[in-house]
């Protein structure tokens, strides 16, 4: 038995080479591309020797011709991405029209919705485990075929069951597609390239959700609903085309075997969670169908955690956690987006009932957000690199806490440059915070299973936008029922108590009753209701300013670099037999 400390010393063998050279790589080398404090061992000429083995694989970013091609990759990975995130957004504009035209029920139209959130988020760790074992291409070109083919049964849909089922099967491919898009470039980006492009994928992965309503408000304007999900064919035909050519092979080489025991329950404890954080606002959060998921989640979420100490090859290695910078980038990710999802959600019903806007008009006035996500994203790399992942992911919840501090003061009638400031602002905010923690849970997690870091990136994702729109959701709807007032106006009691429900049921009796009693019914509701968004803002302020001061005491400078080196000393040696 052979061991390769961190010396200069000349190899002797050929086994040492290849064992130092991959030692250096992955324990002395951040995923910046910067140095931990490893000397790196000497390079070995290698010549022939009997019965040693084949020299170690080339790692695919050093192989000439993905090199030459990383940055159209990451272009390609990008537009799957969007395509995904824009299948969650887009689909609420569509909605009304669905209901309208399949006469579906207020339940029905939650599990259009809800079917695609499960089945996504509960299948999204067996899938990045599934691509590292069998390889990422393979999971990324079948998650395509699937997502196109639950787009098309619901594109074609003729009633509501055959739209939830479409909606189920282009989560199956959702699943399939996300983590392998970013655990792909991870492969193909060498380590000092690897912030920037995972930067990219972040900004990209945000500014889908801002995307999304504009396309599908385009689509609604001049076709039928289904073409908001049958645009998703050529999307997904120009991309399987391209990664089919020009996308490398990548897959764990120690062919790890499955987890199907954590699969299963990783996906029932995922699920139940998810389903009870979208019923509760529905339901009521003490309802027993809810309360009872809550305890499905959390009994099989111990069962799992359990389980996958025990594992001789874990699905998930708990150990990953205890690496600050996976755990505090897991958090930071999932914080992110509850915000994020929680403004997107509240700030769109302000658009369109506040201010009047149209579907359309909503979503474009939305795109300053998805400007600044994708243009400070690219950016975001060297803010982190010259202050630290911690100070940079704490300057972002600084900046979208600023953010909502501007839209606790707007009116319903503010000047629209106030708003694109705050936007602008916030949006940016959570691009300086997402692009590191996303960076850090993948530099903390080996490559071979990338897939599932990436998986885990995803699903804090998931949780995180169904938490936002729940919380905030709630929040405003509470806000708004207890500060809208129809007294004075005349109206019957049944009417007047709808109109304090909702300001959708407002509009609705304010258009229905018309002239001057209508106008105040509409007016009330919409000042009720920015009184109400401002109230979400101030919570959504006060959570952004508390995870700055978490981040910076849980992942300080010093504790960064303690991690990192705790990282690597776990591989100061290296076995070979």
């Known amino acids: 038995m052979i061991l390769v400390a961190r010396t200069a010393e000349t190899c002797s063998r050929t086994t040492e080479c290849q064992a130092g050279e991959a030692w250096y790589r992955r324990a002395c080398v951040d995923f910046q591309g910067h140095s931990l404090g490893c000397r790196r061992p000497a390079r070995c000429t290698i010549s022939a020797v009997p019965n040693e083995p084949a020299p170690a694989a080339v790692p695919l970013y050093e192989r000439p011709e993905v090199h030459d091609r990383r940055w159209f990759l990451l272009a390609v990975l990008c537009l799957s991405l969007v395509m995904v995130v824009m299948a969650v957004s887009g689909l609420n504009t569509a909605l009304p029209r669905i209901q309208e035209d399949l006469g579906a029920s207020a339940t029905q139209l939650q599990w259009i919705v809800d079917a695609y959130a499960l089945v996504f988020a509960g299948l999204l760790l067996t899938a990045g485990a599934i691509g590292d074992r069998f390889g990422r291409k393979g999971a990324l070109l079948t998650g395509l075929v699937v997502f196109a083919t639950g787009s098309l049964v619901s594109g074609l849909g003729s009633s509501t069951g055959q739209v939830i089922a479409g909606r189920a099967v282009s989560g199956v491919g959702a699943a399939l597609l996300m983590p392998a898009t970013l655990s792909l470039i991870i492969a193909v980006f060498p380590p000092e390239e690897r912030t920037r492009a995972i930067a990219v994928w972040v900004g990209f992965a945000g500014a889908g959700g801002a995307i999304g309503p504009v396309l599908s408000g385009f689509l609604l304007d001049h076709f039928w609903w289904g073409s908001v999900f049958l645009a998703n064919l050529p999307v997904v035909a120009v991309a399987a085309a391209m990664i089919a050519v020009f996308s490398p092979r990548s897959r764990d080489d120690s062919a790890t075997p499955l987890d199907p025991q954590g699969a299963v329950l990783s996906l029932i404890g995922i699920a139940a969670l998810l389903f009870g954080i979208i019923e509760g606002p529905e339901r009521g959060w003490t309802d027993v169908a809810v309360l009872a998921t809550f305890v499905m989640a959390v009994a099989f979420t111990v069962v799992f955690v359990l389980g996958e100490r025990r594992a001789l090859h874990p699905m ?6 205890a690496d600050r910078r996976f755990s505090v980038g897991s958090a930071v990710v999932m914080a992110t987006f509850t915000l994020l999802f929680g403004f997107f959600f509240s700030f769109t019903l302000y658009l369109q009932f506040a201010r009047g806007y149209s579907p359309l008009e909503a979503g474009l006035a939305g795109l300053p957000s998805a400007a600044a996500l994708v243009l400070v ?9 010259r202050l630290g992942s911690g100070r ?3 300057l972002g919840f600084g900046l979208i806490g600023i953010g909502m501090l501007i839209f606790t003061e707007i009116g319903v009638d503010t000047p629209f440059l106030v708003l694109v400031l705050a936007m602008v602002c916030f949006s940016s905010g959570a691009s300086v915070a997402m692009a590191p923690a996303t960076g850090n849970i993948m530099s903390a997690v080996p490559p071979a299973k990338s897939g599932v870091g990436s998986a885990v990136n995803d699903t804090t994702r998931e949780l995180g936008g169904a938490l936002g729109i729940a919380i905030f959701g709630s929040i405003v709807n509470s806000a708004y029922r207890s500060g809208i007032d129809v007294g004075g106006l005349g109206l019957p009691a049944a009417q007047a108590h ?7 049921a407002a509009r609705g009796i304010g258009a229905q009753l018309g002239g ?6 509409l007016e009330r509701a919409a000042s009720a209701f920015t009184d109400a968004f401002n109230t979400g803002m101030i919570v959504s302020a006060a959570i952004a300013f508390a995870a700055a ?13 303690a991690a990192a080196a705790a990282a690597a000393a776990s591989d100061v040696a290296v076995e070979v037999l």
């Open 516 to 521: 001057e009693r209508g106008g105040a019914v």
């Open 316 to 321: 998930l290695p708990m150990s990953f956690f």
């Open 549 to 561: 001061a978490l981040v910076l005491r849980t992942l300080s400078a010093s504790r960064e670099s």
């Open 377 to 385: 994203s690219s950016r975001s790399a060297g803010i982190a690199e």
């Open 392 to 394: 940079a992911m704490a």
């Open 498 to 504: 709808t109109a304090e429900q909702s300001i959708g």
